[in-house]
């Protein structure tokens, strides 16, 4: 069984960046696909991004599209995701999420292995 492990999360100011790791153990992470999702307070979870499982193949969220990119190296058993240009709004819990699908759609429902978040707090 996999398990996954965000960090890199933490405070920023508006316009800033910060870049998001999840790395894997008990498993490599080559044969899934993987996702970032994102959960505001009062808010459900959201869709961020998602990487097949060469990093070929990456779908964004239109609210993140240019300004976040997710990326993989198996070879470390790692995704990241790179935040730029951050806005107050993109403040929420992020997740990391496997996936046994070839090509998940970008819901939470197709992913069934998930991290424990970090928290991005986008604030002046």
């Known amino acids: 069984q996999v398990q996954l492990v965000e960090s890199g999360g933490g405070l920023v100011q508006p316009g800033g960046s910060l870049r998001l790791s999840c790395a894997a153990s008990g498993r490599t992470l080559s044969t899934y696909a993987m996702g970032w999702f994102r959960q505001a307070p009062g808010k459900e979870r959201e869709f961020v991004a998602t990487?097949?499982?060469?990093?070929?193949?990456?779908h964004s969220a239109d609210s993140v599209r240019g300004r976040f990119t997710i990326s993989r190296n198996n070879a470390k058993n790692t995704m990241y995701l790179q935040m730029n240009s951050l806005k107050p709004e993109d403040t929420a819990v992020y997740y990391c999420?496997?996936?046994?699908?070839?090509?998940?759609?970008?819901?939470?429902?197709?992913?069934?292995?998930w991290g424990q978040g970090t928290q991005v707090t986008v604030s002046s």
């Open positions: 990487i097949n499982w060469n990093g070929g193949k990456t």
């Open positions: 999420a496997a996936s046994g699908m070839l090509t998940p759609l970008p819901r939470a429902l197709d992913y069934t292995i």
